[in-house]
């Protein structure tokens, strides 16, 4: 059964960084697009960076263009979230997804698999 975990998230002040990994198994990662999402209580998930199965392409949220960066390593099977000068915003719930050969990067509804979530809290 494939598996995506997530790991790295925490507590940060404003304006620090963090990396977010995602770990894959079971899974032909290298033909996957990988995407990140976050989720806060009380509203709907929200597409927060993608990155295409070869790496060629990327594809971010406006709310984080400039300050985050996706990037994968196929020999490791993971994806990353590279999360810079952090806002107190960006505190959610933060899921990795895969999708197959996918080429919409930004809608949840194409992604085939999702992993638990890691919570992201930056404070003010």
């Known amino acids: 059964q494939v598996q995506l975990v997530e790991s790295g998230g925490g507590l940060v002040q404003a304006g620090g960084s963090l990396r977010l990994s995602c770990a894959a198994s079971?899974?032909?990662?290298?033909?996957?697009?990988m995407g990140w999402f976050r989720q806060t209580a009380g509203k709907e998930r929200e597409f927060v960076a993608g990155?295409?199965?070869?790496?060629?392409?990327?594809l971010y949220a406006d709310s984080v263009k400039g300050r985050f960066i996706i990037s994968r390593d196929n020999a490791k099977s993971t994806v990353y979230l590279q999360m810079n000068s952090l806002k107190p915003e960006d505190t959610a719930v933060y899921y990795c997804?895969?999708?197959?050969?996918?080429?919409?990067?930004?809608?949840?509804?194409?992604?085939?698999?999702w992993g638990q979530g890691t919570q992201v809290t930056v404070s003010s």
């Open positions: 997804a895969a999708d197959h050969l996918g080429v919409r990067l930004g809608l949840d509804a194409s992604y085939d698999y």
């Open positions: 079971r899974l032909a990662f290298s033909s996957y697009t």
């Open positions: 990155i295409t199965w070869t790496g060629g392409r990327t």
